[in-house]
């Protein structure tokens, strides 16, 4: 009876009954389902590997075989079969690995997992670098899954708009299959041949392949678990970080297997814990069974398990069979688990690649790779779907379908589209017309209303509407228009502009920009000072920062990627510069002894500037040489590069065009780097040199700025100064440089630290600085905290101008998890 339901079972589920087919389930010795064993064929590396009920399927031609199951943790099974033309169960029982201990050496008291450690350590190397040159298929299978989740967050009802009321649901499910090509130390590149999301017709799934080495000192899992990495426990150092206990030994096929536990020596260090397999002799791995946890400085992720299981490919050379990835994270009213599984087969090892065949693109996908047929899936997927991912297949495709209806598209905007007095007041609001796949968007009030001296209480409203020219979703021709109206209530200017663009581009992704209206400028047009910020410090403290001016003002830029690492724009603008001086002087504390200053640069001039028009062109190039890429069909774009990004502009002011009253030369050249350290952290720097060629008529805005910070609140880090005055040191001089690092140690030194370490949070330190010339320079050091609750950052700064005592005080930002360092 339960081989016959298992049978209708695979029938309803797609696979029916072929020549040369085996089938069954991989069960304990409780009759449990044994998720993601896997099934071998003896003297071969071809195989398969169970789904997470123990289902398995795979097709041979009609013969003699021996086939072996194995799971890591339990006794392989072996079982001899004689397959015709039918299709033929067969189903496996594992049993719990039984370990011998055996006649052990103890020396000195020393348990003897350590000898064993000892000699993978000293074999490491070598299997690091023999395969130096392989190629294989990947097939992956990726899912996640709610356990819970509230009803709202950030006061936003929380709506998977698939019907579907219970907590417990699959939110992403996605199978790849690929061509992973590997030529060490450094080159990848995966060829994805079928993919198919739940739900997404014209999506593209996730192809993971890489196979993360303990052979490796550092393992790099994910770009944001851990940016110091992991530390192997057959590393170099392995014996600082791990202790280990024998727990016995298992034979299979004449090789003794060592089952060893690993146990972080420290809490808080980036270690696994759990069991590693070594053979004998060989002292190669067999099988890990390890996971981290918080203790492990994970982020986002509370526990992350990794089982692998390694193969013989030949007597000398062993490959990895399986990879599985069991992720759970709870995380502000989330819980949510899940499982990637990578199953590699069709190893070729040292294959004579084409001297072009790496280049630069890195993962490709293959054109209709993502319009495979059902019956393709149910023949070439290895890993059997469970009922319930059929299920979901059949659901999310069905609701798929019925989104594109054009009543389900209204009454879809019409639910998404109700204002609330959170979006009204705080967030904001976009409203989407899916038909037209079209959105419009305004900012929150919040964020409208603002106070300066020279406008009083201003309102500045915008809001954008956008549309995808393109059919597709993955398609890259879409128009975004910008207004925005402002209006001052104690000057009573009224000013409007509009932004508009136009993206496209066939591989690479170009832009065509233009603008004009009337606005409010900040001398330095980059906008250091915010203006909720400078509502706060002319309010509180009476110190109006922020100088503006106005102008009637146009502009175009044009810019588009030349080449793989290689962008360029040109642009051109228009101001008719007009000076604006204070109206009000009002304040909450209205203090004696402290007034407002002119709405003008004191430091540079004593009178506001003189109306006059400024014509400015500027052409820029960037390169970022050994940029890696993603390639879609119809689309490229970069995932960044291990190498410096390089930058240079040149400016021309244009006299007599239009009026235009200045005239001025000038040149930046930029290099920009992050260096990743391992478990020493991320090293940032930003240098920078640049000057003017001629100078013959240049106004305040055209300076030389250098972005400094006032206020409480940091500035940008890597393009700030957080206790330099704002215009202090603007000039019009033909050299100046500055230079900008900072080192994330991301838990390395605050690990040790008792208590402390258990936050999680991070040192910090770094410095800034610009040199023009002997009387115009400045230095700034500084040591912080971030990742504090996962979002802030607080630093201590000393600064040291010219001809000055020091000065110090503390700067509060955003910078960690979600913010990737940078100041906000």
């Known amino acids: ?79 001899s079969i004689a397959l015709s033309q039918e299709a ?26 350590y000898e064993i450690i000892r000699q993978a350590i000293r074999k490491r190397t070598y299997y690091q670098r023999q395969l130096s040159n392989f190629q294989c298929e990947v097939y992956t299978k990726g899912q996640l899954k709610l356990r819970d989740f509230p009803k709202k967050f950030m006061g936003q009802k929380v709506d998977f708009e698939d019907a579907d009321t219970s907590k417990k649901k699959t939110i992403y499910l996605s199978e790849t299959i690929a061509t992973y090509s590997v030529q060490k130390p450094d080159k990848r590149k995966v060829e994805v041949l079928s993919t198919k999301v739940s739900g997404q017709s014209d999506g593209y799934g996730l192809s993971a392949p890489e196979i993360y080495s303990f052979y490796d000192d550092n393992l790099k899992i994910g770009s944001n678990l851990n940016p110091r990495g992991f530390i192997s426990p057959i590393s170099t150092h392995a014996l600082n970080y791990y202790r280990y206990k024998f727990e016995g030994s298992f034979f299979e096929d004449g090789k003794e297997i060592n089952h060893i536990k690993v146990i972080p020596k420290r809490k808080y260090e980036p270690l696994f814990s759990g069991y590693i397999d070594i053979v004998t002799d060989d002292w190669r791995i067999h099988s890990v069974q390890l996971q981290l946890t918080k203790e492990s400085q994970m982020e986002l992720v509370d526990t992350l398990k990794l089982d692998q299981l390694y193969v013989p490919y030949d007597k000398d050379v062993w490959v990895i069979k399986s990879q599985v990835i069991y992720p759970a994270i709870k995380f502000l009213g989330f819980d949510a688990y899940g499982s990637f599984v990578n199953v590699y087969s069709k190893f070729l090892i040292e294959p004579k690649f084409d001297k072009n065949f790496f280049g630069r693109t890195v993962l490709k996908y293959e054109d209709s790779s993502n319009k495979k047929t059902e019956t393709y899936w149910e023949k070439v997927r290895p890993v059997p779907l469970r009922q319930d991912e059929s299920a979901d297949y059949k659901k999310k495709d069905s609701l798929e379908q019925l989104r594109k209806d054009p009543k389900y598209l209204d009454s879809l905007d019409k639910r998404r589209n109700k204002i609330t007095v959170m979006k009204f007041l705080v967030t904001g609001a976009t409203f989407t017309r899916q038909k037209a796949r079209s959105s419009y968007s305004f900012t929150s009030l919040l964020n409208s209303v603002n106070f300066n001296t020279v406008e009083g209480l201003v309102v500045n409203l915008s809001g954008s509407y956008s549309k995808r020219l393109d059919t597709t979703s993955m398609g890259h021709k879409s128009i975004t228009i910008t207004p925005a109206i402002r209006y001052g209530f104690s000057n009573h200017h009224f000013n409007a502009s509009l932004f508009t663009s136009y993206n496209f581009g066939k591989k690479y992704l170009n832009a065509f920009n233009i603008t004009g209206g009337k606005k409010v ?23 109006n920062y922020m100088k503006i001016y106005e102008a009637w003002f146009g502009g175009i830029r044009y810019s588009k990627t030349l080449d793989e690492g290689i962008n360029g724009f040109l642009s051109l603008q228009y101001q008719d510069r007009r000076p604006l001086d204070n109206t009000t002087d009002y304040s909450w504390r209205n203090r004696k002894n402290i007034s407002y200053t002119p709405n003008y640069p004191t430091e540079l001039t004593t009178t506001n500037l003189l109306r006059h028009q400024a014509v400015i062109a500027t052409v820029g190039i960037s390169w970022q040489p050994g940029n890696k890429y993603v390639e879609l069909p119809g689309r490229k774009f970069s995932i960044g590069s291990k190498y410096p990004r390089f930058s240079m502009n040149y400016t021309k002011g244009i006299k007599n065009i239009f009026g235009s009253d200045i005239k001025y030369d000038k040149w930046q050249f930029n290099i920009t780097d992050g260096i ?56 019009t001089k033909s050299f100046y440089a500055t230079f900008h690092a900072e080192h994330h140690f991301n838990g390395f030194l605050t690990n040790k630290i008792p208590l402390f370490r258990a936050l999680n949070w991070h040192l910090v330190g770094g410095t800034n600085a610009f040199y023009v010339n002997r009387k115009n320079n400045y230095a700034e050091a500084f040591v912080g905290i971030e990742n504090i609750f996962k979002l802030f950052r607080v630093d201590f700064i000393w600064g040291f101008e010219q001809g000055r005592r020091p000065i110090t005080g503390f700067r509060i930002g955003i910078s960690g998890l979600f913010n990737g360092g940078d100041g906000d």
């Open 1 to 79: 009876m339960r081989q016959t339901l298992l049978f209708i079972f695979l029938s309803l589920s797609g696979f029916n009954s072929f020549a040369g087919k085996i089938y069954g389930t991989i069960t304990d010795e409780k009759g449990q389902a044994l998720p993601y064993a896997s099934i071998l064929v003896k003297g071969t590396t071809r195989g398969t590997t169970a789904n997470s009920e123990g289902k398995y399927i795979l097709d041979l031609d009609p013969g003699s075989y021996t086939i072996i199951c194995q799971h890591v943790g339990y006794a392989r099974e072996e079982k």
């Open 88 to 113: 033929t169960v067969v189903n496996f029982q594992l049993h719990v690995q039984e370990l011998t201990l055996g006649e052990v050496i103890v020396k000195k008291g020393e348990d003897p997992a």
């Open 521 to 543: 400028f900040q001398f330095n047009n980059a906008g250091p000072i915010r203006p909720r910020d400078n509502t706060f410090a002319s309010l509180e403290w009476e110190r």
């Open 676 to 731: 990743h350290m391992k478990l020493a952290g991320l090293f940032n720097y930003s240098i920078t040199v640049g000057g003017f060629l001629n100078r013959d008529s240049v106004d305040i805005p055209d300076y030389t700025h250098f972005n400094g910070n006032q206020l409480d609140r940091a500035a940008p880090y890597l393009n700030s100064f957080q206790l330099a005055p704002y215009y202090k040191y603007s000039n």
